[in-house]
């Protein structure tokens, strides 16, 4: 059974950091890409980063020096590190399987996490 399941979300002031985590189960990082998502109150779902099986890495340019992409392959588990968080990166935060290359429409989500960046 194929699960995606988001953590490490909360609330932090501006210029703080989260590490969030997505724990695969199903199947493995090594077929797969997966794609980190939010969704602030009033707008729609964007992607913020994709780490292919290769290991490269694509991210939006709002996050770009900020967010860091990660995955650890014994865990079957993928880390977006976030610095210097601001408070338009509040947003629930999703974790989602895409095809390899990152491209296409998520077949697979995660529950969610809310990131909360206010003083």
């Known amino acids: 059974q194929v699960q995606l399941v988001e953590s490490g979300g909360g609330l932090v002031q501006p210029g703080g950091s989260l590490r969030l985590s997505c724990a695969a189960s199903g199947f493995t990082l090594d077929v797969y890409a997966i794609n980190w998502f939010r969704q602030a109150p009033g707008k729609e779902r964007e992607r913020v980063s994709c780490?292919?099986?290769?290991?490269?890495?694509v991210y939006e340019d709002s996050v770009k020096g900020r967010f860091t992409i990660s995955r650890d392959n014994s865990k079957n588990t993928v880390y977006l590190q976030m610095n210097n968080l601001k408070p338009e990166d509040t947003a629930v935060y999703y974790c989602?399987?895409?095809?390899?290359?990152?491209?296409?429409?998520?077949?697979?989500w995660g529950q969610g996490t809310q990131v909360t960046v206010s003083s």
């Open positions: 989602a399987r895409t095809a390899r290359d990152c491209s296409g429409q998520p077949n697979f």
């Open positions: 780490i292919r099986p290769s290991g490269s890495t």
